[in-house]
């Protein structure tokens, strides 16, 4: 986690799943111009199975930008995993 912002609150090398809300929040963040540290917050896990694993309502950040667009921009520009591997 060298390059990545302490988050406050978050337990990466202990709590895998902070491991993932934390690198989340830090690709997220220069996207919508957010800490990272407030971004963290907004990353949950979905808790149903037809439930992303991970969830980021763009709307609690209160953002001057439309949302739907904003999402969108954000999905052409997120660094997926390549799965190939």
Avoid: C
């Avoid at 949950?44 to 904003?70: H, M, P, S």
């Amino acid at each position: 986690m060298s390059n990545r912002e302490e988050i406050v609150g978050a337990n990466p090398a202990h709590i895998t799943i902070d491991a993932f809300r934390v690198a989340i929040a830090t690709q997220l963040a220069p996207l919508i111009h957010v800490p990272p540290s407030d971004v963290y917050p907004g990353v949950i896990y979905g808790k149903q199975e037809q439930d992303a694993d991970f969830q980021v309502v763009l709307a609690r950040f209160r953002l001057k930008e439309n949302v739907q667009n904003l999402a969108m921009d954000v999905v052409s520009k997120a660094r997926l995993p390549d799965s190939s591997q």
